[in-house]
């Protein structure tokens, strides 16, 4: 742990005290506060709120700590918040190592810590539900919130105002790179508390940025900063696979010495780069170019993050995340486009979005001036070429025939690029709603509701015919509460409710009480044997309350529709019919009827989960039904782009089926399929759930990690025997799920290493289908009676009987597993024996 804070804590309340021990404090750590710093710690302590909108690189971070010191010093509560759960994650081990394990907790939705600290970290979503449910009795003092330009985010912002709105006696340090005009917002804020609010902007970047407008092609201009002493670079793009496609690119040009190159392999050399999108990062990083994107595992972010700040990597292709706080350091930012796709349509960058980006440009303490770098259109780099090509011969210049912007460019140049440097961000706006969850919790909290109601419409930020609105809305939820009989009206016109709301209410996975309510529908009565497909039914249920992975969706879709399509072409269906009974066919929906049915009684009862959407859908049910591992998934739906989507999906699934089943609803098979589950999550990447699970003793944690290494790989797969079972199953069972289709050069390309070629899959299996015209793939064909194992020391012997329609059970799959080999690859590796007949 670093110099302690705590040792320094003054005895007395007195401000000066507590700015000299802070100040005392940073210069032991070989800092010396920039002027705004210090302006922002003398307010601070002073009991006046801040708003501090400067430049990234200008120590908001610094500040946060003294913020939460001088609470500390005055025996005072503070709450620091961010947009993101992995900024949420990081500040509190930050605050941690700063002021101990005891005195820091966390709250960010699943998962909680220590929440009765002195110090707590959340998303602003958790800050805001503790307001409305406690108002002004709320145990907050202080609250520091950082990235606060997200209080115009059209669906979150509601989250950032809440708190202003509703806590009047906290002190509020805002902060953000930018803010634009805040003197309307520091106004409301003083009206709301009393205290007065110092607004700090306009402060100059200790490392300056310097702005060029390129029309060389983009290699040409990467080469040009590469020779200049520009490095590390981070190009950013607007989707995931311009990114990659141009990491892919400058693999021609000479980005890394081979010094630098020999240094990098000796660096990962250890790392276990499992899946495909891994080894084509692995060939990138040895040329020393990175990636990086939301839509990658988190191991390998953390790598290309961990090998950036070691100055091995000097090109980095990104999307825009590098806006929320990511911690790459770079000297030059190089947007390939000033426009990007909002989810509803292609539009430019606001002042805000372009200085977000451009302002990681330049290291504090490394560089002594940033750089920040537009390439040109293609169409404008190519017609530049063509003109200095033509040189200063006229005839040529008229010969030229420039190359025209394509269809549906959304326009700009050099003179959007100049407007968006020297704009200001745009004004914050207001993006206030209201809910359900949020009215319930105003009502929870006892007092006069419809006041404290009042007071939430009609005292915000919004315009005043947006403010009727929200009134309207209010009171349309609040008669659907009433006829619900949650909430009723004493004599006296009080409003109170009927139910007890539980302490976390629509802070933590909000339809878990409607998924205990569906267990208890589809649970065998006593003594009743559970149905062949419980398992997964209970998977189907929590799985319809998680939030919907749209990559995986759409590819199940466009899967769903081309088997249909092929099916209706067969049957001679017409073109026309053909696309209107296509639009039907979705992504599968297990449960569909029954969990609709379900959520619509519950609704009547319950009617805030209407806040909430439920999707039945099929990601952990159908990876396990087709017996497929992580990678086989991401590459039969071609979700190389989305690993990490993926996999924080599967988390998530592990993580609410561990806290959300009940005991006595899981059964042997249940119980199978969450171990493999947690098994195959922790073996492509355990970082997940290294952090939800080290949460709980953070001093151990940052006393392992005193020094930062490379990510590690996980335990041994075979370690948990449970899950290993499972993954073996599933092995043997996607053989005989091919088998039954007849796709043996599936088979062989899953099975040749053992010598099982498609040929040899297709002899073995002749005489099989010449006795029986089908095999089962059923839930008894895959049930563990129709598996024989033996579980040797170092190796084990498998077989798998086949379910053949007469019951003869005396065909099968005999197999070996090495458990050392298994070990090593991460997944049950098997060697096919023989294929045959007992």
């Known amino acids: 742990m670093v110099d302690s804070l705590l040792d320094r804590v003054p005895n007395a309340d007195d401000p000066d005290a507590v700015y000299a ?21 003398i307010e601070i302590v002073s009991g006046d709120n801040v708003i501090l909108s400067t430049p990234t690189g200008t120590g908001k971070s610094l500040v946060a700590v003294g913020a939460h010191f001088a609470a500390l010093a005055a025996g005072k509560r503070s709450f620091y918040t961010a947009p993101i759960k992995a900024l949420v994650s990081e500040k509190f081990f930050a605050l ?101 609010t110092s607004v700090i902007v306009g402060v100059d970047r200790p ?67 499992t899946t495909g999108f891994g080894r084509t990062l ?63 349509k292609m539009r430019q960058l606001s002042a805000r979005e372009f200085h977000q980006v451009a ?36 005839k040529k210049i008229k010969r030229i025939v420039k190359k025209r912007a394509p269809d549906g460019f959304i326009s700009w140049g050099e003179p959007s690029f100049n407007r968006l440097v020297a704009a200001e961000p745009e004004k914050l706006s207001s993006s206030m709603r209201m809910t359900h969850s949020m009215l319930l919790n105003i009502i929870g909290r006892g007092g006069d509701a419809f006041a404290e109601a009042r007071e939430l419409i009609e005292n915000n930020h919004e315009s005043r015919p947006r403010q009727l609105e929200l009134a309207r809305q209010a009171l349309a939820i609040y008669r659907t509460l009433r006829t619900a009989e949650i909430v009723q009206q004493s004599a006296d016109g009080q409003i109170f409710l009927t139910v007890d709301l539980q302490p976390n209410f629509a802070l933590n996975q909000p339809l878990s009480p409607f998924a205990l309510a569906v267990f208890d529908l589809i649970q065998p009565a006593d003594g009743a044997e559970a149905s062949p497909s419980y398992a997964l039914d209970i998977i189907s249920v ?35 019919q053909r696309m209107e009974l296509l639009e039907q066919v979705t992504h599968p929906k297990p449960l569909e009827e029954l969990l609709d049915a379900a959520f619509s009684t519950y609704r009547a009862s319950q009617p805030w989960v209407g806040d909430f959407e439920l999707s039945p859908k099929s990601v952990v049910r159908d990876m396990y039904e087709r017996a497929m591992t992580f990678n086989d998934y991401i590459g039969f739906y071609k979700l190389n782009r989305s690993e990490g989507l993926v996999l924080r999906y599967l988390s998530d699934a592990y993580r609410a089926a561990r806290q959300t089943i009940p005991d006595e609803a899981k059964t042997e098979e249940l119980l199978d399929l969450i171990e493999w589950l947690g098994e195959l999550v922790r073996q492509v990447d355990s970082s997940l759930l290294d952090e939800w699970e080290e949460l709980t003793n953070p001093a151990a944690v940052l006393e392992a990690a005193a020094a930062p290494v490379l990510p590690h790989a996980p335990h041994g797969v075979t370690t948990n025997q449970r899950a290993f079972r499972t993954l073996v199953r599933n092995e043997l069972f996607r053989r005989v799920q091919l088998a039954a289709l007849e796709k043996y050069e599936e088979l062989g390309e899953l099975d040749e290493a053992s010598g099982f070629t498609a040929e040899v899959w297709a002899d073995a299996m002749d005489p099989y289908f010449a006795e029986y015209d089908s095999l089962g793939t059923d839930a008894d064909a895959r049930s563990s009676g129709m598996l024989i194992l033996d ?13 053949d329609p007469a019951g003869d059970h005396d065909w099968g799959i005999s197999a070996t597993v090495d458990l050392a080999e298994s070990n090593d690859a991460g997944v049950a590796v098997l060697r096919l024996t023989a294929v045959n007949r007992l």
């Not at 021609?252 to 190159?261: C, H, K, L, M």
């Not at 990658?296 to 790598?303: E, H, T, W």
């Open 282 to 344: 692995s060939r990138l990083l040895r040329a020393g170019i990175g990636v990086h994107h939301a839509g990658m595992l988190p191991k390998y972010r953390r790598l290309v993050e961990q090998l950036a700040q070691r100055g091995l990597l000097r090109v980095i292709c990104g999307t825009d995340t590098l806006g929320v706080g990511i911690n790459v350091p770079i000297r030059t930012v190089l947007l390939t486009a000033l426009t990007k796709f909002d989810g509803t």
């Open 359 to 394: 302002g990681r440009a330049g290291r504090a303490g490394f560089d002594t001036a940033g750089t920040v770098v537009v390439q040109a259109p293609e169409h404008e780099t190519e017609n530049a070429r063509l003109l200095a090509k033509a040189g200063d011969d006229p």
């Open 791 to 803: 579980e040797g020391a170092a190796v084990w012997t498998v077989r798998q009987i086949f379910a």
């Open 21 to 41: 021990a802070f100040v005392d404090w940073t210069s032991g750590q070989g800092i010396s506060l920039y002027p705004a710093q210090d302006e922002a710690l």
């Open 542 to 576: 929590l799985e319809a309350t998680l939030d919907d992975p749209r990559p995986v969706l759409s590819a199940q879709q466009f899967l769903a529709r081309g088997e249909a399509v092929a099916a209706m072409k067969a049957e001679g269906i017409e073109y026309d």
């Open 96 to 196: 941690v190592e700063v002021f101990g394990a005891e005195n820091v907790g966390m709250v960010t939705g699943d998962s909680s810590v220590n929440a009765d600290a002195p110090i707590i970290c959340c998303t602003a979503e958790i800050l805001a539900n503790l307001a409305l449910r406690h108002g002004a009795d709320a145990a907050v003092d202080q609250v520091v919130m950082d990235e606060f330009h997200f209080y115009a985010d059209p669906d979150r912002g509601w989250a950032w105002q809440v708190p202003l709105l509703t806590l009047p006696r906290v002190q509020f340090i805002l902060m953000s790179a930018t803010l634009g005009d805040v003197d309307w917002l520091a106004n409301d804020l003083s009206e709301r508390n009393g205290h007065h």
């Open 207 to 273: 490392v300056p940025l310097h702005y060029y407008y390129a029309t060389t092609p983009v290699h040409e201009t990467v080469e040009d900063l590469l020779k200049t002493g520009q490095a590390p670079i981070y190009i950013v793009h607007f989707s995931q696979l311009a990114a990659l496609e141009r990491a892919q690119a400058l693999t021609s040009v000479n980005v890394a010495t081979r010094e630098q190159r020999d240094e990098i392999a000796a660096q990962i050399g250890g790392f276990r780069f």
